[in-house]
């Protein structure tokens, strides 16, 4: 196991909708990378927290945001969800100073 | 930016043949190349990775290797098993982009018994 927790593991909402999705590290964790991953798809990177801070976005619209927590929690949102949408969000966590990234199971977002 | 390209799509190989997944990447300034094992229902989970200071990488029944030239690296699954049948991803990334991992569009290994 990674130690990285992820909630909740299914959702559906409708097009338009906003969504939090959540993210709960391992201790000492201070960096966390979300990614997109699409049916059939590798994941696609969506921004990286580092102490709280944003320091890296792929090219994914403003309407995807974040947050960063001491307690090495942090929160995807996605505001206007789209058909496209649909996938699954997967979290993923280091230290500053590592380069190995763990995953958590995912959050599959059903967008009808 | 960087782009991942991963060959074959699908493998299906017999329980106890080895199993070969090939990748090749753009950038030049990449020097991470980590290994993803991805059951269904589940988040990718590292088996194996490797820096570009180093040619291969042997962990039991999986190796890397890396050909910083030719920007391509391959995974290589020795005796394969049932339970090795999953989908697997190859990722790239560089320090200076805040390792941030690009990958492969995936192969799914299926292994008969």
């Known amino acids: 196991e990674t130690g990285v927790t992820q909630s909740p593991t299914h959702l559906i909402k409708t097009r338009g909708q906003q969504v939090t999705l959540r993210c709960s590290s391992q201790?000492?964790?201070?960096?966390v990378s979300w990614y997109q991953q699409a049916l059939g798809q590798g994941p696609q990177f969506i921004f990286q927290y580092y102490r709280e801070e944003e320091n890296g976005r792929g090219n994914f619209p403003p309407r995807f945001s974040g947050l960063q927590f001491p307690n090495y929690s942090s929160e995807l949102n996605v505001n206007a969800l789209e058909l496209d949408d649909s996938a699954l969000y997967l979290c993923?966590?280091?230290?500053?100073?590592?380069?190995?990234?763990?995953f958590g199971p995912g959050t599959r977002l059903l967008v009808l | 930016g960087e782009n991942v390209e991963q060959h074959p799509s699908t493998l299906s190989v017999q329980e106890g043949d080895s199993a070969v997944i090939k990748c090749t990447y753009s950038?030049?300034?990449?020097?991470?190349f980590p290994w993803y094992k991805q059951e269904l229902g589940k988040g990718p989970q590292l088996i194996i990775d490797i820096r570009s200071n180093v040619g291969e990488k042997k962990d039991q029944r999986i190796a890397v290797t890396l050909n910083k030239t030719a920007k391509h690296f391959s995974l290589h699954i020795t005796e394969t098993q049932p339970e090795d049948s999953a989908v697997y991803f190859c990722a790239a990334s560089k320090n200076n982009a805040g390792n941030m991992l690009t990958f492969g569009g995936g192969t799914r290994l299926m292994v008969k018994p």
């Open positions: 950038d030049s300034a990449s020097n991470y």
């Open positions: 993923a966590s280091r230290t500053g100073l590592q380069e190995t990234q763990y």
């Open positions: 201790s000492g964790h201070n960096t």
